[in-house]
């Protein structure tokens, strides 16, 4: 496994738009808003009916509830059936988006994510200056759910592709498969598949007070067991129709299927929405057997345990023989430390969002004279700094004219060590933006590598200040 980043450039929308409809589970009206964001920003809601308009990240960890739809909570602050508006983000290859909602949930709109397809069509999509990272898949990683027998596996491919196959043992809709080959065939495949449910489900729904938005325009009704004339009232009254019918394809009528396995191509599309909440792209083939929100969202939270530890442990390729981008007299030229307190010999790599520079720690260092003279080790606070003066280059390469500034600490977050420094190593510092820089803040992620193993991370924020 590993995290790349690719050559391809992140992507978000270029205006923003709106569209209005009912929420499923609560019958209300909603208001959805797609905003542009900036790179590394990520897929997130906000609640603007909510005081302070709180944010909540697409993110598998603020997963709750998996019933009817994935909910995610932060704070106590729900956003319901995330799903179809994620699947349309990453249908159509945007990175980086803000969702805003007046209400709980988005709208269910036809029940599907084509809606949301056409308003970001409409608003338009435009590349950002950062490249993005991809998860490449190597090995199977699976998750399954002993109760219900669902499975969902990831393997290497070359792209990013997803197969689902169902079988909800019944007459009616019986075994099912979908394929989706590349992100690319989403839109026209895919996306204008509905949501489905069985009868069953929806008197049990119906008597729960839930599905109040529901409509026969914007949910598939498989009937799976006989209409009793009480069923049939319950249906007239819930769905305002004069007559409800069921039509030989065994589905209440007023909806004609999109395709024959319309069935399987929503729920490939459910876990595409689910996937979004990896955080991540994927480049590796999806294969879901009877695939559901809980499975789905499980899975997701497993791949984000993996990413996350492969991202600490991606200890960035340098050769080391080779010659630096900048060496130690390139670097004092941008910094204003000396010694015994400059902290990096070399710089590697340099980007707008990344830096990579290293140091080697030898017994010379004035601070073993006192720091375990028996048994030398580098304070771990003095491999946060050299951690802080790599990212300094960062942020300093954004001004032409470095020697004029100082970069100060504004904070340290989720400092750990995981091993000692010892003479002799040679330590590895890569910094990536958290966020773009403005006004002078970097706000980053640091790692520390010591041969070849993470030995520390920490997300700092620094601002630089022009010396007056």
């Known amino acids: 496994m590993a995290i790349v980043n690719t050559e391809f450039k992140q992507k978000t929308i270029k205006s923003e738009v709106s569209l209005t409809g009912v929420g499923l589970h609560t019958g209300k009206n909603v208001t959805l808003t797609l905003k542009p964001a900036a790179a590394n920003f990520g897929l997130a809601f906000k609640r603007v009916d909510l005081e302070g308009a709180p944010v909540i990240e697409a993110d598998a960890n603020y997963v709750t509830n998996t019933q ?7 704070n106590g602050v729900v956003i319901q059936t995330s799903e179809h508006v994620l699947a349309a983000l990453v249908g159509l290859d945007v990175d980086n988006v803000i969702v805003e909602l007046n209400a709980s949930e988005p709208p ?15 608003a338009g999509i435009v590349e950002l200056d950062a490249t993005r990272e991809e998860f490449v898949v190597t090995d199977v990683i699976s998750y399954t759910d002993e109760e219900s027998g669902s499975e969902i596996l990831v393997m290497p491919a070359k792209e ?18 979908a394929t989706l080959n590349q992100i690319s065939d989403f839109k026209d495949e895919i996306s204008n598949s509905r ?8 008197e049990m729904l119906l008597e729960n007070g839930l599905i109040k938005g529901g409509d026969l325009n914007n949910a598939i009704v498989y009937v799976d067991k006989p209409l009793s004339p009480e069923t049939m009232e319950k249906l007239r009254v819930a769905f305002n129709k004069e007559n409800i019918a069921v039509k030989p394809n065994g589905i209440l009528d ?23 909440l ?50 130690v007299t390139q670097i004092m030229d941008m910094l204003p430390h000396r010694q015994p307190f400059l902290l990096l010999d070399k710089v590697f790599e340099l980007s ?35 951690m802080a003066q790599t990212g300094g280059i960062l942020v300093l390469s954004t001004v032409p004219d470095p020697e004029n500034y100082l970069t100060f600490f504004m904070k340290m977050d989720n400092v750990k060590f995981k091993r000692k420094v010892s003479p002799g190593d040679t330590l590895i510092f890569k910094c990536s933006l958290i966020t773009p820089i403005r006004r002078g803040i970097c706000h980053m992620q640091g790692y520390a590598y010591a041969n070849g193993k993470l030995c520390a991370e920490a997300e700092l924020m620094a601002q630089i200040s022009k010396v007056k």
């Open 352 to 386: 707008d969002s990344h830096v990579v520079g290293m140091k080697n720690v030898t017994m010379n260092e004035e601070y073993f004279k006192g720091h375990f003279p028996g048994a030398p080790v580098m304070p771990g606070v003095l491999i946060v700094e050299a």
């Open 68 to 74: 009817r739809g994935t909910c995610l909570e932060k």
């Open 160 to 177: 990013y592709q997803i197969t689902t196959m169902v079988d909800f043992g019944t007459k009616v809709l019986g075994t099912q498969n």
């Open 278 to 327: 990896v955080g991540t792209r994927i480049r590796g083939k999806v294969i879901a057997n009877k695939p559901g929100h809980f499975v789905n969202t499980q899975f997701a939270k497993k791949l984000s345990k993996i990413i996350k530890n492969e991202r600490r442990n991606n200890v960035p390729n340098i050769d080391l023989n080779q010659v630096p981008l900048m060496d």
């Open 108 to 122: 269910i709109m036809d029940g599907s994510s084509k809606f949301f397809i056409e308003a970001i069509e409409k």
């Open 254 to 276: 007023n909806l004609t299927l999109h395709y024959p396995n319309e069935a399987a191509r929503h729920k490939l599309l459910d876990v595409l929405g689910d996937l979004a």
């Open 195 to 202: 949501t489905f449910s069985f009868l069953h489900e929806i």
